[in-house]
């Protein structure tokens, strides 16, 4: 559902923000576990709620101790706050203001909750992280498939879509193979790339080699 209207966009914000904040957080301190859509929706707005009642209550008072002294009364504080929430562009100034300080709450306490911790968790792919994103140069991989056929060469790619059961992991020369009956690797020098399904990958060893010397300096 796509909000049409700038009351339904600030209704969003606010009922979703805070609690997308906090659940990113606890996101990598925490393993995620499945569960229906619903139950994550639902705690996104607790938290969300949970963390906008205090910026309101915060926004509302802040407002009227400003009115207050402006006015010289508080009845008449009152009396500006009330007038300046009921017009339209002010309380979507309002919930907006709210909701940025309800994020900034949740990241808060999300940061006290975990202090000391480092982040162990990720929603990225494995294979993205340990292939490409933290790789200092192009990984050299030893593949064992299932009938125990074992692979080496260096890393080429994968198909990105981690939900399909069709997903390949592409090695390219120099590429070697070690059959199940055998005790050695043999040297392929005419295989240019081999394709390994994901589906018959029993486990992926990764070897990151060293850098090779720039252009004039010495080794």
């Known amino acids: 559902m796509i909000p049409t209207t700038w009351t339904a966009l600030i209704l969003v914000l606010c009922c979703f923000m805070p609690g997308t904040v906090w659940e990113l957080r606890r996101a990598g301190h925490e393993p995620s576990v499945k569960e229906s859509s619903l139950i994550e929706a639902a705690r996104i707005m607790l938290v969300s709620l949970t963390a906008l009642l205090p910026a309101a209550l915060i ?48 990241l808060i306490v999300a940061r ?43 890393f080429l790619g994968f198909d990105s879509d981690p939900a399909t059961d069709r997903r390949n992991l592409a090695l390219r020369t120099p590429i070697s193979r070690r059959k199940p009956d055998a005790n050695s690797f043999t040297n392929r020098p005419t295989t240019q790339v081999v394709l390994l399904p994901e589906n018959q990958i029993r486990s992926i060893q990764v070897h990151y080699p060293e850098p090779e010397p720039e252009p004039g300096r010495g080794t």
């Open 112 to 154: 006290l909750r975990w202090r000391g911790e480092s982040s162990h968790f990720s929603h990225g792919d494995t294979w993205y992280q340990g292939m490409v994103r933290l790789a200092p140069t192009i990984p050299y991989l030893t593949v064992e498939l299932d009938d125990a056929t074992v692979w080496r060469g260096s």
């Open 59 to 106: 926004l509302v008072a802040g407002a009227w101790a400003f009115a207050a002294y402006q006015e010289g009364d508080a009845a008449r504080g009152f009396a500006v706050v009330r007038a300046w929430t009921t017009r339209p562009w002010s309380g979507y100034a309002l919930s907006l203001s709210a909701s940025i300080i309800g994020c900034l709450g949740a």
